[in-house]
């Protein structure tokens, strides 16, 4: 019995193979076999969603979910999705709306908010306070993060993209 | 924290995975949407030598209708209850309901089967199961075996579920027109567990309810029934005073057991204000 497993996955992208405990989540897996440091680690129970990273196509909760068990699937992070322009506008409008100070939950806010706008389009703002009362920002930004999706959700509505806000910086 | 070192395997059909299951005895854990197990493994709260991943068993996956049941196979995650159609029509309470269970995140991975195999008295799908006269479709060693609902839940997380043994799926029976429900929980916070909860349905011919269920959960040690309640609503004509009169009857046949935050006294309290909410949205 071997408690090293081989796997592959497409993480962002690209074919990733390994040799890895079968212990180890995959937040775990993609910081430190990957460096990916965009997935957060707050709680490692489920309950902060700092871990928030997409699996085929979904967000899950990285810490509970085995990097064995991504075994054959698409893992995207928000470092693959910010490249591929997928949060564009959401990204914007968090920096518009001054929607994060130290940052550390924002990777897993921006990855459920945009799951959100993707299925709920007309999601008012009291369904995305709910929505996002499942990630916990320490720094309590709630008021700004919930402007910022709002915003996205308005300019979305009306068929239009937000101007970014940083081009001249 | 990290959980303790073990093996993985993910079996391909059914009859291996007990097989796998037999072999491994007290060591083996089935997985499924791991929401609940690999948050104790995190905690080592627990420590099995092998976990058995049973997301490729396709006896356990999909929504159907057979005949006048919903079959709902216990790899169905909360998400896919969430947003089916068939369930939509034909359970309407489970749509209800699926939105209070954690966060989306969770919802995506979390199984209609690990909930009810987990036996969480606080958990939704206990309690509508109990509600929807569930019958949970059981394999191990010796073959299939049927068991209600009502038979399942046995104690704080304790079903009648065999170590050697998996749910495969459930069957309920087909919504018809004149069924009515109510689901409501009262949480801390949305995505929170329930302080109280309560999971009903009935037939209703005017102002009169027939065929009642009322479940409450996040009350006792399993989702509990208010059967006397029920007995007093059926087929009676509901108006305020018969309502006081379930209202009181629940909170006198029901023990409830207090939390961490909340007291017997407090949860007792909310029984009734669930009920006289229920009965007057049933019957408006
Ligand atoms: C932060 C957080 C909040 C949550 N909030 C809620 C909530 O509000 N309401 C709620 O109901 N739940 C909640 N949950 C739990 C979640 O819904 C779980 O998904 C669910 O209870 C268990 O399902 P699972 O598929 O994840 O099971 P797993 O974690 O894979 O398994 C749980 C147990 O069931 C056994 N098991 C699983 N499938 C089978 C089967 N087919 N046959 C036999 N045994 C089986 C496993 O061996 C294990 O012992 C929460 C979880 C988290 C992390
Ligand atoms: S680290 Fe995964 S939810 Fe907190
Ligand atoms: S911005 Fe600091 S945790 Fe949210």
Not at chain 1, 45 to 72: H, M, P, S, Y
Not at chain 2, 195 to 222: E, M, P, Y
Request: aromatic share 4%; glycine share 8%; hydrophobic share 45%.
């Amino acid at each position: 019995m071997s408690l090293k497993k081989k796997i592959s996955m497409t993480v962002n992208g690209q074919l990733v193979n390994a040799e890895i405990e079968s212990r180890k989540h995959l937040v775990d897996f993609l910081r430190e076999d990957l460096h990916l440091k965009g997935p957060h680690l707050g709680c490692e129970q489920g309950a902060c969603g700092a871990c928030t990273v997409k699996v085929d196509g979904q967000i899950i909760r990285g810490c509970l979910f085995l990097a064995v068990q991504a075994n054959g699937k698409v893992v995207e992070t928000v470092e693959g999705l910010t490249k591929n322009g997928v949060l564009a506008d959401l990204q914007e409008s968090f920096l518009r709306h001054n929607a994060m100070q130290c940052g550390f939950c924002s990777s897993g806010m921006l990855l459920a908010a945009a799951e959100l706008i993707e299925k709920q389009p007309k999601a008012t703002r009291e369904q995305v306070r709910e929505w996002i009362s499942g990630n916990y920002c320490r720094c309590t930004g709630y008021h700004s993060i919930v402007d910022a999706i709002v915003a996205v959700l308005d300019t979305r509505a009306k068929g239009q993209t937000n101007k970014p806000v940083v081009a001249h910086a | 924290m990290k959980s303790a070192a073990f093996d993985y395997v993910k079996p391909k059909v059914l009859q291996e995975a007990l097989s796998l299951l037999e072999q491994g005895g007290d060591d083996a854990r089935l997985i499924a949407g791991g929401q609940t197990l690999l948050a104790t493994l995190n905690m080592r709260l627990s420590e099995p030598s092998v976990l058995i991943d049973i997301t490729d068993l396709k006896e356990l996956q999909g929504i159907t209708v057979v005949g006048d049941q919903l079959r709902i196979g216990a790899l169905v995650t909360h998400t896919e209850i969430e947003d089916s159609e068939l369930v939509a029509k034909h359970a309407p309470l489970l749509k209800a309901a699926a939105p209070h269970i954690a966060h989306r995140a969770i919802r995506n991975l979390g199984t209609w089967g690990g909930s009810l195999a987990y036996g969480d008295p606080a958990a939704e799908w206990p309690a509508c199961s109990l509600t929807l006269q569930a019958t949970m479709i059981i394999h191990g060693p010796a073959g299939e075996r049927r068991i209600s609902a009502k038979d399942f839940f046995i104690d704080l997380y304790t079903t009648s579920l065999e170590p050697d043994e998996i749910l495969v799926a459930t069957e309920i029976p087909l919504a018809n027109k004149q069924e009515v429900f109510y689901f409501h929980e009262l949480a801390r916070r949305h995505g929170d567990y329930a302080v109280a909860g309560l999971a009903a349905v009935a037939q209703k011919q005017d102002d009169v309810l027939n065929h009642c269920a009322f479940t409450f959960f996040s009350i006792g040690a399993t989702p509990v029934m208010a059967t006397k309640a029920q007995d007093l609503v059926n087929g009676q004509k509901l108006n305020d005073e018969l309502i006081a009169k379930a209202v009181a009857t629940a909170r006198d046949e029901i023990e409830a057991i207090a939390d961490i935050t909340n007291s017997a006294e407090a949860k007792q309290h909310l029984i009734g204000v669930l009920l006289e909410r229920g009965l007057k949205q049933m019957v408006a």
